[in-house]
């Protein structure tokens, strides 16, 4: 298998992000040592943004525990928005400041960042400075870059030419909403950034492009196997001698070399290729799985799968077979006094009930993703609990914290209560508010009252599903309460709030969120905390029931070959389930970060459960109102712990 047959940028594919930022990190490293031991200076060009952030952890980690010293270092930041005063939170200096360069030895002369506090008459002098600045320090190195799902690079959107220089440019729509949440608001996000220019980019002597998670799939492949075009700025990285992108295999999905490996040359196939490859052709025609031919075979280039299992009909019903059997309505099990004759086994059937855990990463999480299971496991008997691992309290918009403090003290007035302080905080909320700066973190009291209103809509969101209160816990993990969208990195008390939980329900069926596409990052985070977790659990007597399923739906759903299990939703539970996530108001109608898809999340779950269930009847499985699906963890994966 060749995939430089279709690749036109060489591609390097790690199991987890972490793996790759650790492969980046060495990469700098090495040349930093080797340039200070030849007495030059190293050039460094620098990205911002949730992709280098592992990159700037390891190399910080190098710094302090390896004595890799960046007294020879030159800094050149890609981009800045404008206008911006660089102390600002969501300024790319400070970012940068906060990551990298104020935690290593680099002399602060030596970092330059776009100026985003200069005149706008001053602007265009500055461009030209910023690139004299770049070629009389010898010229970049290695520059790091992020990629956008539009394609753009730095801040040139796609449009951009590919001898552009450092300039101011007008960000698009999409961009924009990619920064909303930064900015508690895509209102609040400038309309402008001075950018280095693609030409700037390409005149680097190695370029490094980073991109992690399935919501960067898709302009992979046109950034890295597509022709190279204006729209795209990303593919413009294609015949540079020193361009390499590095990927997670989640971002690495749609690749040829991944996505469809057959047709590069001889493939190994296994269960999961061959399922891609029958569904694949099935859904390429048309035709349900069993009506598929050995010329439909021949005719999309599979006769060595064909040859390897002897005829058309033995792969159809071993695929057929396998899709039937991922689909139940007992996710739980069913206990033996209802069982039938030819009811298929699985799910630890013998243990019944079982004690659930569902991890929500957001307060809303778990009634968008899988509202349905969580209602069937609750209807079928099962000891459900959920456990909210944040506030969310930055997604709450300020009018409704003004409203709910409002209300607190009116409440108070009106029965006669004496809440000591009430009054202080009701104008504390109002004068805070009212006079609060744009990406400004809110006040202790005000995050502290937005939290409440999460909280009270997970619990009546639970209650609609059935779970009583006493099961609901509330975990607060510590990383998240930063009060702004970048988080603090996993610590020692996230991991021990979460094993202590575990220990205490010993559960046997844990769910998390899988879908790592959410762009904030939390999910990740989150996912990571649960898995490693389970990993410090995993010699517990009560861990060996213990199954852990990865559920989506919130960012996007998992393809059908990878599906485990299947549960299927009636019309009334698919109301049921609506009613649910309608009771997380402060969400409802519009969201505070609804990323680039701006549907609400109910309606986003629902299109993508029905599009899963019609996918099942256009196999030619059973035909269902709406099905969510589930993978299975079992250690070995490439997600993050």
Known sequence: MDPNSVERIPVKIFARASDASAAVAAEIAQLIRARASENKPCVLGLATGSSPIGVYQELVRMHREESLSFAGVTVFALDEFYPMNPQELQSYARILRDSLTDLVDIAPANVHVPDGSIAREDVKQFCIDYEQRIVDAGGI????????????????????????????????????????????????????????????????????????????????????????????????LQGHVGATVWLDEAAASLLTRRQSPWLLGETEWDAETTRRAVIGLATANGKAILKLTDQDYNEAGLQDLLASHGDSYGINLSVFRHLQATITGWPGG????????????????????????????????????????????????????????????????????????????????????????????????????????SGQIDSDQVQRIKALIRRGEAREGARCCGVDDDKLHFLNLPFYQTGRVQKQPLGEEDYQITVDLLREIQPHQIYAAGDLSDPHGTHRTCLSAILQACVRCSDDPWYQDCIVWLYRGAWQEWPIEQIEMAV???????????????????????????????????????????ETAQRYDQLGLAEYEAIEGFVKWDGNSGLEI
């Open 334 to 437: 069913k206990p033996d006094r209802i069982k039938q004759a030819g009811d298929r086994p699985g799910h630890r059937d013998d243990i019944f009930p079982k004690r659930v855990v569902v991890f929500s990463p957001h307060p809303d999480d778990d009634v968008i993703s899988m509202g349905g299971t969580l209602i069937r496991l609750v209807d079928q008997g099962h000891q459900v609990h959920i456990a909210y691992q944040t506030s969310g309290n930055i997604a709450v918009f300020d009018s409704d914290a003004m409203r709910f403090a409002e209300f607190a003290a009116d409440f108070c007035r009106e029965f006669g209560i004496q809440a000591s302080g009430m009054d202080d905080i009701e104008r504390h909320v109002d004068e805070f508010l009212r006079n609060k700066r």
């Open 568 to 610: 299927p939703l009636s019309p009334r539970e698919v109301d049921r389930k609506r009613v649910a996530i309608f009771k997380h108001e402060s969400q409802k109608d519009r969201a505070l970060f609804p990323g680039t898809d701006l549907r609400e999340f109910w309606q986003r779950a629902e299109s993508r459960n029905r």
């Open 141 to 236: 190195d290695i520059q790091l870059l992020g990629v956008s799902k539009t394609g753009h690079i730095a801040c040139n959107e796609p449009g951009s030419d590919r001898n552009s220089r450092t300039r101011m440019i007008t960000l698009d729509r999409f961009t924009r909403m990619d920064a909303a949440s930064d900015f508690f608001g895509a209102e609040n996000v400038p309309r402008h950034a001075i950018t280095m220019g693609v030409g700037t980019i390409l005149d680097a002597r190695r370029i490094f492009l980073l991109a992690f998670g399935e919501g960067k799939a898709p302009i992979i492949v046109r950034t890295v196997e597509d022709p190279s075009m204006a729209g795209v700025p990303a593919s413009f």
